[in-house]
């Protein structure tokens, strides 16, 4: 029996993880969190009664309903939960950079690491890297992406070159012109995957393809100049690797992310999870992305590398598309308060959590003014 602990359990990756569990055995579910999504939590925890819970926001009413499990709150109530729980294994599945501090404190205490926040890493980077190396605690990737190179690139010669995909995001056949005013509605009309809100916006803006080029680069240890992007616009190609002699091999499958879930769970065994596995038949199409397009993407290799303008552009979009979400700014804005954000960062080298965190809340501070501008 793998003991497990679901951080993020009420999000997209968090629900999808507990129906895959529903299919896998030896695994048990011992502690679970969630931000804010009660309800959900509730209905969560009254099915698999872990023995620890915990959120970022209090909730008495739980806490009272459910005396035989123990409680913690807060995003240290969090970290107590993992420190107690003594797991095997730690899902990530929150988003946002606050995912990282979780990540850290697994590095501590579980084996593996199954990680889908991958702002662990922008915001991390060498720091969350060495300390798994450090405690030899497996960070097996759960983005779609990564999780393909990850299988791509184990236990063979090294490839010259990557690549990820790119659906292409829900106003891939808009009008340049056109992309700046879309409306929520029309970026959240994700074309392929079904995900979390701030993802899919990600998509339509690059942003997402971005923060995995620099995923990729603290993963696999690959310069951004050797992580290329393309658009595949099923997305059943979701990554390759290139050799010296030119061949290529390419990770498919269907897109659904219950596959990769499922793997960083099993790997490296696989399991059947899906009913429906055919990929005969379906187009392999790779096509070049239209960098003028995709301000965001250009940004984010620009700065791939160096922490601290990282962390400045996660937090500045995390700001950004919080206010697109609410419709406060155009879409077109995302991208100007992450460039004047992080044009304010020049590289500081942060060497630890603390350090991360205070660069982190300075771009918050100085992003929300520039959202504040654009009204
Ligand atoms: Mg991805």
């Given amino acids: 029996m793998k003991r497990i602990a679901i951080l993020g359990s009420t999000g997209s990756i968090g629900t999808q993880t507990l129906s895959v569990l529903e299919k896998l055995e030896g695994f048990e579910v011992v502690a ?19 023995r620890f819970a915990a959120s970022v926001g209090r909730c008495e009413r739980l806490i009272d309903k459910f005396s035989e499990i123990t409680f913690f709150s ?13 797991v095997d294994y730690a899902v990530i599945a929150v988003s946002g950079a606050t995912g990282l501090r979780f990540s850290l404190k697994a590095a501590e205490v579980a084996k593996r690491i199954c990680l889908a926040n991958k702002e662990s890493l922008v915001c991390g980077g060498e720091l969350l890297m060495k300390r798994c190396k450090e405690k ?8 779609s992406e990564h999780s393909g190179l990850f299988q791509l690139i184990e236990g063979g010669i090294r490839p010259e070159k990557i690549f990820i995909t790119a659906s292409g995001g829900a106003l891939r056949d808009r009008e340049i012109s056109q992309m700046q005013n879309a409306s929520l509605r029309d970026v959240l009309n994700h074309p392929v995957w079904s995900m979390g ?4 916006i990600d998509s339509a803006s690059m942003v997402n393809k971005g923060l995995e080029i620099i995923e990729a680069h603290y993963l696999f240890g690959y310069e951004e100049r050797d992580i290329e992007t393309y658009i595949c616009r099923n997305s059943y190609i979701h990554a390759g690797v290139s050799f010296a002699d030119g061949m ?13 879930i499922a793997y960083s769970l099993t790997y490296p065994y696989r399991e059947r999870i899906l009913d429906h596995e055919e990929v ?6 790779l096509e070049p992305i239209k960098s003028e397009r995709y301000p965001a993407l250009c ?11 990282q962390i400045a552009f996660n937090a500045a979009d995390e700001i950004a598309v919080e206010a697109f979400a609410q419709e406060r700014i155009r879409f077109g804005d995302i991208y100007n308060i992450i460039e004047k954000t992080v044009s304010a960062f020049r590289d500081q080298k942060p060497v630890d959590y603390s350090q991360i965190l205070e660069i982190d809340r300075l771009a918050r501070k100085l992003a929300r003014k520039e959202v504040q501008k654009c009204y």
């Fill in 32 to 50: 679970m969190s969630c931000g804010h999504n009660f309800s959900l939590f509730e209905e969560q925890i009254s099915k698999l009664r872990p």
């Fill in 248 to 260: 290529v091999k390419l990770h498919v499958g269907i897109p659904d992310m219950r596959v990769p």
């Fill in 74 to 86: 807060g995003e240290s109530g969090i970290e107590e939960m993992l420190e107690a729980s003594e």
């Fill in 299 to 309: 940004l984010a290799r620009a700065i791939c590398g160096r922490l601290s303008e």
């Fill in 136 to 143: 030899s605690v497996e960070l097996i990737p759960v983005d």
């Fill in 197 to 200: 809100s701030r993802v899919t």
């Fill in 280 to 285: 005969t038949s379906v187009s392999l199409k």
